[in-house]
């Protein structure tokens, strides 16, 4: 499997975090199981559970970590796990002149697959993601009905993660499985 070096920062924090959980579900075991009969103790059966799936997420993020490819996007190419700096300018006519303007910038992770920008990720499915799958940096005009709107697109290096993390943070396990569906 190849993976971004974005995409390997991103598995190595969910590393980090499925292992500190991991720890925390160990002592909840622990202390649920001095409770006695495991058959009627709800409890250690939820942490149970719980610890049996953390475990094998960090085994599955560990294998891709040890066998993944770290390829390195090229200049202007958009791949799935680049990080890209979006700005919205506005609507345009169909002369492309913009007559509702807007100035509203995101820092965004392409990917294979996720949910809307409101999460960090821009996927390829989606009506940008797929439009701009030339993979050019630049100005893109979506159509939508009587107007465009307009972005603009810029490619960002790996420097740019920690923004990327304080715009989108991986403060819960579902914030880092959304993250990465696309891996």
Request: charged share 30%; hydrophobic share 35%.
């Amino acid at each position: 499997m190849e993976i971004s070096p974005v995409e390997k920062i991103r598995l190595e924090k969910e590393l980090e975090n499925l292992k500190e959980e991991l720890d925390d579900l160990q002592n909840t075991l622990d202390s649920t199981r001095a409770d006695g009969d495991f058959r009627e103790n709800t409890p250690y059966q939820l942490a149970k559970d719980s610890f049996t799936r953390v475990s094998s997420r960090i085994s599955e993020v560990s294998n891709i970590l040890e066998n993944a490819v770290e390829i390195t996007p090229i200049g202007g190419t958009i791949v799935p796990g680049r990080l890209l700096k979006l700005t919205y300018l506005g609507e345009a006519n169909a002369r492309k002149e913009i007559e509702n303007p807007a100035n509203e910038e995101f820092i965004l992770l392409y990917s294979n697959s996720g949910e809307s920008i409101v999460s960090g990720i821009l996927s390829k499915d989606s009506d940008l993601g797929a439009f701009i799958s030339d993979g050019r940096e630049g100005r893109y005009f979506l159509p939508k009905g009587r107007y465009s709107l307009v972005y603009d697109i810029k490619f960002l290096g790996e420097e740019h993660f920690d923004s990327f993390l304080e715009q989108y943070p991986l403060d819960s396990r579902e914030k880092v499985q959304s993250l990465l569906k696309g891996v």
